[in-house]
Structures are given as C-alpha cells and as structure tokens.
C-alpha cells in the first residue's frame, strides 16, 4: 500500500470510527415501527430495548475494516518474524478475504468464501511464536487507527479460539539436523549479506530457522526462493539439510503451455473404450455403481482383466493433470501402465506436486505460470497426489495394467459397453483406497450388473505433507 493510500483509508477510518464509535453506550435510535394496519388507534407499543450494536457497527464498518486490514498486512509485511510465509501469497486475494472473515466474525453483513482455518493453515505447521507474531502486528494495526480498547479486545478475543485451528506445531523430531551443515548455512548467509546478497541472505536465515524448528516444508520453500535469487548451484551443498526426507526430486526442464490451454475436466476421467473403442461392439457389457463407504462423494476406477484368452496391450498416454484456480483437475485421473502426465500450472501461485504413494512417489518442486514438467507412471496401483503449499489440494491418479478400464461419474455408476464374454479378474479402487478391491466375476452375454462395495483406505484429513509431516487432523 502507498503512503498516499495509508493516508486517505486513515481519513477514512477516522470518519467512519468517529460515526460509529462514539463513547461505548452511545446508541443507535431504534427501528422507526410500521405505521398501524388497522383505523382503530392501538395503544402505542411499550419502546423495544434496543438491539446491541454489533461489533462490526461499532468499529466502523467495511471502510474501517478494510483500511485496519490494510494497515494490518502492511505490518505483516515488514515483519521478518513472519513475512517470509506470504511470498507465495496473492496479497491482494488474502486482503479481501481477511475483510470478508472480520467482516462477518464481528457481525457485519458479508460472507466469507475462502478456505476454513484449519484446512488454510495445518499444513503450515505454525508455531505459538508466529501467531503471536501476527496477533501482535493485528494490535498494532487496530491501534494506530485508535480503535477504542473495548472493541480492540472483543475483536482480538473474537480471534483468539481460532488459535487451535492455526497452530499446529511439527513434532520435535522434525527439527533433528546435521549440525555441520546447520553452521554452513550460517556461513553462507553472513557471505551472502557480506556481498550485497541481502534479500536472498534474508530468505536463507529464516530458512535455516523454519529448518530448525523443524516446519520442513516451511523451510525447503525459503529454501527454494533462496536458491532462484542466486547463480545455479551456489547452495547445493545445504541441499541434504533442506530436502533430505522428501521423495524423488525431478528436475527435467520445465515446459511452458499455453494460456488458452483448455480447462481439464473436474471430475474423472480415463476409460479404455474411449482411447480403444472396438470397431464392432462385444456381445458384453457390465454395469452398476460403486458405493463407497461414507458415502457417494468419492469417485472410482474399475479395471478388468480377462482370465484366459488373448489379451489386448493398452498402449501407454500422454495425459494432462492441471492446477488451476487452487485445485487439481481432473480429480481423478485413470491411465494404462507406462503413461506420462502433464502437471502445469496455470495459477500465478507456486504449487509443488508430490506423491509419496508406493506405487510412483516424487517430488516436482515449485513452478508456476503455466510452467509444466511431465511424471511417467510404470507401475500399477493408485497414486495419491498433494500439494506441498496448500493442503487442500488433493487428486489421484490410478495406474491400471488390464487391458479395460472406466471411471465412475459422480454418485458412483459405471458402463463397460463392449466386453467378451468369459471370466475377468476385477480390481476396483475409490479414491481414497490405498488397495484395490479384488474380485472373480463372469461376464455373459448381454448386459451383466455388478454394484460394489469399496471400502475407504486412507485416513480422512489433510494428509501428510513430502516430508511425511501431519498436517492436522480432519476439522
Ligand atoms: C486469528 C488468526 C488468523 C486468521 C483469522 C487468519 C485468517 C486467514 C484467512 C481468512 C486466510 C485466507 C484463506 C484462503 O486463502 O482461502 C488466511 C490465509 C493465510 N494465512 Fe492466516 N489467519 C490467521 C493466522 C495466521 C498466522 C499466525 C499465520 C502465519 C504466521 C498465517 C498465515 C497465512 C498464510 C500464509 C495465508 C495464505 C495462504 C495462501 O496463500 O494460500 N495466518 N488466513
């Protein structure tokens, strides 16, 4: 924010306080009463007591909210305890959605559409220090507007039972290092400042403490914005403190796509009779619904494999799974064994793909902007993918080595319309199986029905983030 703003938004809380809140028990006139519906005069109504004033009128309203949230950022940002969690943060996006929340948690008349806080910050792994760090830059803020005390605290006090959800420190053991490379890193930033290096000496000393604390994710993100500032190759001997723990790193050059590159579809997607339909349809088909336990949210991935006979060779795709607008899409992704996937960005945030499932684990760093890099899965099995920057995202992809395979639509059908008649095995998996369900079936000719029941296999929850860390537990 310029200083010229600064000034006109204090103007403006000024107004808007000196309106709204006036000495406390100062109060509103009550609601004008409609005029009488009847002739006949009616004895007036003993006066109503009037409504309280909402916190949200009493400091000012949306003016005063938005000008003590810019004063507030403004502070975060010149914070080094804290301002080094915002470098992937679209500023401007959080401003207006930390007006939305004051907003509506003091009783003003907004609705919030962002993330809820658990989900927003467990994966952070954030410390007693820093939210004391931010509270404090949030007090500061209210003060310099000179917000009375009595509404500095109800707000503050409005914030505080949050903290459970924010603050969700690593376990101790996170924190354990190499104390030599721990000292080599020290080194490294007085050199780094020594030779006029300042912001990425700056990112690299909170790296190291975020590191020590052991917020691994945290710190490999400092880490990384360090290592863009310099000439290739000037930290990697501190790679083992930062990314050791974490899944294979895959470096390939990153591909640029194109902007108009068209939105991925954000359900499920993959079915080998689409990719291979038969010229002349079988005398088979098979269809029902998945159910998956609690619940038909979930979407799934069925796979036959004929016992017997000559089996068809799927050949392997090229596939594309995309971030875009804070997801992943599609959110379940089916393809044969020996497939590659495209995984670009198109949001101006930094993601980081990874996997840590047996069956294809990886790590692709940060890039944004369009910017791709390509993972090929040989292996059969399900892979669940995250993102190391936002907890939320989460897709799958299912690597199948049978010949015939579909995706399950929302609410749980599924058709195989052309299949030979004979025995299959059958392997199904929801997205949340960490194994398949495995079954014998018989496909007659004509149309078969076959409803499965898949059980969940994965904890419900945020997951853990690369380095295996939890990041919470389900709000
Ligand atoms: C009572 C305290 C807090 C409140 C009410 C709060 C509120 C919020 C809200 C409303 C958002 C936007 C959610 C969204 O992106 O959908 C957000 C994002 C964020 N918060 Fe907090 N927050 C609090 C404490 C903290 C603390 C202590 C830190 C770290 C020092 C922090 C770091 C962040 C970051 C980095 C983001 C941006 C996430 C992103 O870019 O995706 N917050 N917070």
Redesign the pocket.
Known sequence: MTTKSVRTTTVVLATALSIGCGPAGVERPPPRSAPPAAATPAAPPPAAAPAPRSLYDRLGGKPAIEAVVGEFVGR?AADKR?NG??I???IT??KG??V???CA?TGGPCS?A??D?HT??AG?Q?VDA??D???ED?AGALAKFNVPQREQNELLGA??P??PQ??NPPPPEAGAHDPKLAEAAGKLVAELRQSGAGPSADLLELAVTARLRGQRSYAEVLYSAAERQLPEGKLAALNPLFREGAPERITTELKKMPENTPAQPKTAVGGSEEDNPDAKPLRGSLVGTMHIEGGDKELGVIALEPMGGKKAKRKPKQRVMEQRD?QFAPRLLAIPAGSTVSFPNFDP?YHNVFSLSPARAFDLGIYKNGESRDVTFEKEGIIRLGCN??ANMTAHVVVVAAPHYVVSEPGGRYKFKSLAPGKYKLRAWAEDSTEPVTKTIEIKEGENTLNLDIPRGAAAGLGTDKFGLPRGKAP
Do not use: P, S
Request: glycine share 6%; hydrophobic share 60%.
């Open positions: 975060v804290i969690r915002f992937n943060t679209d996006r959080l959605l930390l939305d929340f004051v948690a919030y962002g993330r806080m927003t910050h952070f954030i820093e939210f760090a931010l509270v949030l914030l505080g949050l903290k924010i603050v804070r945030v920057l936002h």
